[in-house]
């Protein structure tokens, strides 16, 4: 006798209207393409004790925008899940870090850009920032390198090269001064 099927252990994404209502769920997977439907996702900035901001820099085997660097984590609410808790459990998903209280510095942020090789990023992305006391300890296939800087650095390199960095970084900064605490 056949056993009936487990809960799925693919990720899942939640689709939005262009109001940003939840309209559906789809496998993160099959969502990012060419053409990809707007979906809910979050961005985290982790500061040091010190006030420097944590870069990463993403696995070149990433789907999107390998290889670049980026603020310190991203990723995406599941169905039903708390967006917080979301940015919590992608805190130790990518860099072991514990993520602790979450100041929430831009609401309403909301991007589309397409890497190199054609896959599109559409998201309604709140911004996070929270202050971590360790040091990442990061999965190899979500980040290659990561730096501690000083967030005035921080804004002149991307104001210098935006093409090294995440669109998103690049859009974030200029609606945020990660230099203000």
């Given at each position: 006798m056949s056993q009936p099927p487990g809960p799925s252990t693919t990720e899942q994404v939640v689709l939005l209207s262009e109001s940003g209502e939840p309209i559906g769920v789809a496998d993160k997977e099959s969502v990012h393409g060419d053409d990809?439907?707007?979906h809910l996702a979050f961005s985290c900035h982790v500061f040091d004790a010190r006030g420097r901001v944590l870069v990463t820099r993403r696995a070149v085997t990433k789907l999107t925008f390998?290889?670049?660097w980026t603020n310190a984590f991203c990723?995406?609410?599941?169905p039903g899940?708390?967006?917080?808790?979301a940015v919590r459990r992608r805190g130790l998903r990518e860099l072991s870090l514990?993520?602790?209280e979450l100041d929430l510095v831009l609401p309403d942020f909301r991007y589309r850009a397409v890497d190199a090789g054609g896959v599109v990023e559409n998201e309604i992305c709140p911004v996070?920032?929270?202050?971590?006391?360790?040091?990442?300890?990061?999965?190899?296939?979500e980040v290659d390198?990561?730096?501690?800087?000083?967030p005035a650095d921080l804004?002149?390199?991307?104001?210098?090269?935006?093409f090294a960095f995440s669109p998103w970084l690049v859009l974030q900064l200029q609606q945020w001064d990660p230099t203000a605490r």
């Open positions: 990809t439907p707007l390998p290889g670049v990723g995406h609410p599941g899940e708390d967006i917080e808790d514990p993520i602790g996070y920032r929270t202050v971590a006391r360790d040091d990442p300890m990061p999965k190899p296939d390198d990561w730096a501690w800087v000083v804004v002149k390199a991307v104001t210098a090269a935006p």
